[in-house]
C-alpha cells in the first residue's frame, strides 16, 4: 500500500523556524524526484519545491527561495522541508508527493506562522 505521512507542523511565530517530515512506505522512494507542496486556505494546492531522486539538486518556488530547504534521506524512505524565516504567507497545509504528483496524498501537517 502506497502510503506517504507528513508530520513536523504546529504554531509558529514569524521569524521562527519548523522542519517537516515525510515518510514513505510502499513505493520505490529512492527512484522518484520528491516535492513539498502547500495548500493555504481558499488557495489550490501548490507546489513549494522538490528534490531529484539521488537528493543532488533542489527546484524551489520564488515566495521559499532562499528560506527552505529540502533533503531526502533515501535509506530511511524520508522527505524533510526545513523552513526558516517563516511568514505568515507560508500558513497552510503542506504536503509531500512525488513529482509529478501521482502518489496517494497523505493527510498533510498544519502550518500555523502567527504572532
Known amino acids: 500500500q502506497q502510503q506517504l505521512v507528513e508530520s513536523g507542523g504546529g504554531l509558529v511565530q514569524p521569524g521562527g523556524s519548523l522542519r517537516l517530515s515525510c515518510a514513505a512506505s510502499?513505493?520505490?522512494?529512492?527512484?522518484?524526484?520528491m516535492g513539498w507542496y502547500r495548500r493555504a486556505p481558499g488557495e489550490q494546492r501548490e507546489l513549494v519545491g522538490s528534490?531529484?531522486?539521488?537528493?543532488?539538486?533542489?527546484i524551489y518556488a520564488d515566495p521559499v527561495k532562499g528560506r527552505f530547504t529540502i533533503s531526502r534521506d533515501n535509506a530511511k524512505n524520508t522527505v524533510y522541508l526545513q523552513m526558516n524565516n517563516l511568514k505568515p504567507e507560508d500558513t497552510a497545509v503542506y504536503y509531500c508527493?512525488?513529482?509529478?504528483?501521482?502518489?496517494?496524498w497523505g493527510q498533510g501537517t498544519q502550518v500555523t506562522v502567527s504572532s
Open positions: 508527493n512525488n513529482i509529478p504528483a501521482r502518489l496517494p
Open positions: 510502499g513505493i520505490r522512494f529512492g527512484i522518484y524526484a
Open positions: 528534490i531529484t531522486s539521488g537528493g543532488g539538486s533542489t
